[in-house]
């Protein structure tokens, strides 16, 4: 197979992984003119809940406002996080900040952007992890059309002799 990666999506949520996310997004694109989708979700628990709230103190919460900050400060975050730490890369580097469930808009995102191939950390920021995989990451690694790579750290999963 003489398969061609053009596009890598670079799933990160800002938790301890994202900076060995992108590391292994940037080491697969090396040397090619692969361009590499940074991609955050905000969850849609967040959301709900800050719709709920609202609605309780309507004049000093507005969901739209909540969306907009958030958009904002995570693309400040990325944008940063680029500049820091991959510089020298940032012209094949975009990024891109979704409101949904995790794994539906990765899933989506993967059709809509043609993404060739979907790096992110088997763990985050959920705080519902499973044994193995985040739930987020389980769904995208059964149903992703696309291969998938596991960024894990090394130390996190040592097997005991």
Known sequence: MNKK????????????YSLMVLE????????????ILVYNVINQKDFNMVETVSRYVPNQLHVETYIKDQKKEREGRIRALIKENFFENKSNMHFKVDVGIPSEAILKTIETEAIDLVVMANKGRGNLSRFLFGSAAEKVFR???????????RKNFKREK
Request: proline share 6%; glycine share 0%; net charge negative.
């Open 5 to 16: 990666i053009q596009k890598i999506l670079a799933c990160i949520d800002f938790s301890e």
């Open 24 to 35: 292994y997004a940037v080491a697969l694109a090396e040397e090619s003119t692969t361009d």
């Open 143 to 153: 149903h992703s059309p696309v291969p998938v790579v596991n960024v894990r750290e």
